[in-house]
């Protein structure tokens, strides 16, 4: 009941196309969704993250939109660019809680 | 921008050696956690630690493992008899409080390879 489900394993876009990537959990306990970026050789870094009370957040190119009832959430990239080719990780977890539960990652290419 | 440190950077270990990996916090980071990534999987978290206790740990975080902040800078993971399966990728992260709200910052890592 822990798990997050993440998907594609790995998405190719072309530069200044939209790159989404969608997560399932199943715990209607989890109350924080934050998405990590990590490049290689790197830790994972925060991008953005949602608390359920809201359906959508945006932070420049980078929106969050989440969907409580179906227990899914996922991250849209617009105007992709190379330098966003990393790999993306979503996570869960409680705001009481000091565990983060992450999703398996996906692996974004943004060619040229 | 502060950054948490790990050192080493690449670790390599016989089987049945105990490994010591080692963490420099965020200075006014008051939580600590590590977390390990083996090969091609996903990021997994061990273990929290606050006020020199642990506060969760997972099924992960057996009795081989032990954490501990031995000053005011440093916070480490032992793992004291190390099997094949530990090999992977190890995450150390800090926060400044405990609620999720409060970002956790990853430090790069640590490649431990069980020889």
């Known amino acids: 009941q822990q798990q997050v489900k993440q998907s594609p394993q790995s998405l190719i876009v072309q530069k200044g196309g939209i790159s989404i990537i969608n997560c399932a959990y199943e715990n209607t306990a989890f109350d924080y969704f934050p998405w990590y970026q990590q490049f290689p050789g790197k830790g994972p870094a925060l991008l953005i993250a949602?608390?359920?009370?809201?359906s959508e957040k945006k932070e420049g190119r980078f929106t969050i939109s989440f969907n409580k009832s179906a227990k899914q959430f996922s991250l849209h990239i617009m105007d992709s660019q190379p330098g966003d080719s990393a790999t993306y990780f979503c996570a869960a977890s409680l705001t009481s809680g000091s565990r983060l539960t992450f999703g398996e990652g996906t692996q974004l290419t943004v060619n040229p | 921008e502060p950054e948490v440190t790990q050192t080493p950077s690449h670790q390599v270990t016989q089987m049945g050696q105990e490994v010591i990996l080692r963490c420099v916090p965020i200075s006014n980071h008051l939580y600590f956690y590590w977390y390990r990534q083996i090969l091609g999987q996903k990021v997994e978290f061990l273990v929290s630690?606050?006020?020199?206790?642990?506060?969760?740990k997972s099924e992960i975080f057996d009795d081989q493992f032990s954490v501990e902040r031995p000053d005011g800078s440093n916070f480490t993971l032992k793992i004291r008899s190390t099997k094949l399966e530990d090999s992977a990728m190890y995450f150390c992260?800090?926060?400044?409080?405990?609620?999720?709200?409060?970002?956790?910052?990853f430090g790069d890592g640590t490649r431990l390879s069980i020889l």
């Open positions: 630690f606050y006020n020199n206790e642990i506060s969760e």
């Open positions: 992260a800090s926060s400044r409080r405990r609620l999720m709200t409060q970002p956790q910052h």
């Open positions: 949602i608390r359920p009370d809201v």
